[in-house]
């Protein structure tokens, strides 16, 4: 249990370092597209505390991981309002994307510090690739079409009718504990983060 807890721990600290990148893209591109919101609201910042849900960001993403449950955690959503972004919901896919894709960019910058620090600070290593690997996860994981998370945007951005989007909604938290806890999506998310994660230092090295 000692190790569980540590590992809970790591991936919490690890969460706040990377949800702040990931919130603020959506708040950067979203401004970008016109929308004052996310400024007004004060989420163009990489603060993390600007960005967290205490639920999301600390104690879900503790309790899942020691007891190794998978992984489930977000950030505070970043509010948009449609009426103002350029393109209205073809821009708000653009705002959904920004986040996982910030996630990768991060990724690849942790695997350069792990690769550059492996010799002379090995701990930082380690934790700069555990990073590499959680920030992965993290971008597969909000893509999922289930509200609150990321991908649910892209079902508006489809068009798809409100009502199923609110149903949906409704019934997100459920949904996302079953699938990451209860079967085999978080085994194949943590794989395929893995295979990510090994692709990004073979090409560094």
């Given at each position: 249990?000692?190790?569980?807890?540590?590992?809970?721990?790591?991936?919490?600290?690890?969460?706040?370092?990377?949800?702040?990148?990931?919130e603020f893209a959506h708040a950067w591109v979203a401004t970008l597209l016109g929308d004052d919101t996310p400024s007004r609201e004060g989420r163009v910042t990489?603060?993390?505390?600007?960005?967290?849900?205490?639920?999301?960001?600390?104690?879900?993403?503790?309790?899942t991981s020691l007891l190794g449950a998978g992984f489930l955690?977000?950030?505070?959503?970043?509010?948009t309002?449609?009426?103002?972004?350029?393109?209205?919901?073809n821009g708000l896919a653009l705002v959904a994307l920004a986040g996982p894709l910030s996630n990768v960019v991060l990724a690849?910058?942790?695997?350069?510090?792990a690769v550059l620090t492996s010799r002379s600070i090995p701990a930082l290593a380690g934790f700069a690739r555990q990073g590499v690997f959680l920030s992965l996860?993290?971008?597969?994981?909000?893509?999922?079409?289930?509200?609150p998370l990321d991908g649910s945007k892209l079902l508006l951005a489809a068009r798809i009718p409100t009502m199923v989007y609110v149903e949906l909604a409704r019934f997100g938290f459920l949904l996302l504990i079953v699938a990451v806890?209860?079967?085999?999506?978080?085994r194949w998310l943590s794989e395929w983060s893995y295979l990510g994660t090994q692709a990004i230092f073979s090409i560094l090295r």
């Open positions: 249990m000692h190790l569980e807890l540590q590992a809970a721990l790591l991936n919490v600290l690890l969460l706040w370092i990377l949800t702040a990148p990931h990489l603060h993390p505390l600007a960005h967290v849900d205490w639920l999301g960001t600390a104690i879900l993403p503790f309790v955690g977000w950030g505070k959503p970043v509010r309002d449609n009426s103002k972004l350029k393109g209205g919901l690849v910058v942790m695997a350069m510090v996860y993290l971008a597969l994981f909000n893509l999922l079409p289930v509200p806890s209860l079967s085999d999506f978080g």
